[in-house]
């Protein structure tokens, strides 16, 4: 079974941050070259804003640089590792 794009998008936020890894969006451009273009998962992550799916947090990544860091909002956290835990075709 195949993920819809936003759902693709929250089980890969979901996936970092169960890995206690931050994430943004440059990441997940990087983690869908060749699947999504930068459009299409800008265009996703406002939808799973926009649906109350995901929250960003300005913080600093690794390099030193402020990045709006994604985690799976508490309300959908169940919703998302239902998902995810079917559907591990991104690994």
């Known amino acids: 079974m195949s993920l819809t794009k936003e759902f693709d998008i929250a089980c890969r936020i979901f ?15 990087e983690d869908l070259d060749g699947i999504m273009s930068r459009v299409t998962v ?4 406002d939808v799973l804003f926009d649906l109350g799916i995901i929250n960003g947090e300005w913080k600093q990544n690794e390099e030193g640089k402020m990045v709006r ?3 799976i909002a ?6 998302v590792k239902h998902i995810f835990d079917k559907n591990r075709t991104f690994e």
Do not use: Q
Request: cysteine-free; aromatic content about 18%.
């Open 15 to 29: 996936d970092y941050t169960e890995k206690d890894e931050t994430v943004w969006f440059t990441k997940l451009v």
């Open 42 to 45: 800008s265009k996703y992550i």
């Open 69 to 71: 860091a994604f985690t």
């Open 74 to 79: 508490g309300e959908a956290r169940t919703l």
